[in-house]
């Protein structure tokens, strides 16, 4: 076997090792999305999911651990509005749209609507401190066993689940949201379940 090829392919590769590099790079972009930043343009449709879904998510036995070492039981919420944001500390665009949750959640608290940021870390502590940072005020904790997280297909983040008063899925969110797209979700969700 001739080893001359090998050795001009090891020779290029040598010569050209930062621009291959740089070439590898550029092509994996595109396919790193497990934690996406289309923040730039608030509320553009650009990666945005809308969808509309009747599956309704068992509250039976489901439990949220509050970083405040309260528990929260979904059933008990039966009757609100719930929005779920899934996040992470690790997570840029979760730190960009946190405080359009947050001005959400203080404008729109005494009409029914329960805020929960579910964190998806696997270090409590790194959760903890990242809401610290952030200031933000409404319901965050932990899904212990992930079953909201696989109930609710989140493999993405963020993620944004509005539940109707009734426990289903009312609309679904893949990646950030802006504050003009979340207000005009939250109200027309509001006016639907005003008209039942």
């Known amino acids: 076997m001739d080893s001359k090829p090998v050795k001009i392919l090891i020779d290029v590769v040598y010569k050209y090792k930062t621009s291959i590099i740089i070439i590898l790079i550029l092509v ?3 396919y790193i999305g497990a934690c996406n930043s289309n923040h730039n343009n608030q509320d553009s449709k650009i990666g945005i999911i809308e969808q509309e879904d009747s599956s309704e998510l068992t509250f039976a036995n489901i439990e949220i651990n509050l970083f405040t ?3 929260i039981k979904l059933a008990d919420l039966k009757g609100k509005v719930i929005v779920l944001n ?3 500390s690790w997570c ?3 730190r960009w749209e946190m405080p359009y ?3 959400a959640w203080k404008e729109y608290k005494d009409q029914d609507i329960v805020f929960i940021g579910i964190s998806q870390d696997l270090d409590v502590n790194d959760a903890k401190e990242f809401a610290e940072s952030t200031g933000v005020t409404y319901h965050l904790g932990l899904d212990p066993e992930n079953r ?4 609710l ?3 993405e983040l963020p993620t944004t689940v509005i539940l109707d008063k009734y426990g289903k899925v009312e609309r679904r969110f893949t990646k950030s949201i802006g504050e003009k797209l979340l207000n005009r979700i939250l109200n027309q969700v509001i006016r639907e379940q ?3």
């Open 148 to 151: 909201m997280s696989i109930e």
């Open 86 to 88: 899934f996040w992470a």
């Open 28 to 30: 994996m972009i595109p």
């Open 153 to 155: 297909d989140v493999i």
């Open 194 to 196: 005003d008209n039942e």
């Open 101 to 103: 949750f947050e001005k």
């Open 69 to 71: 070492g309260e528990q």
């Open 92 to 94: 840029p665009p979760c």
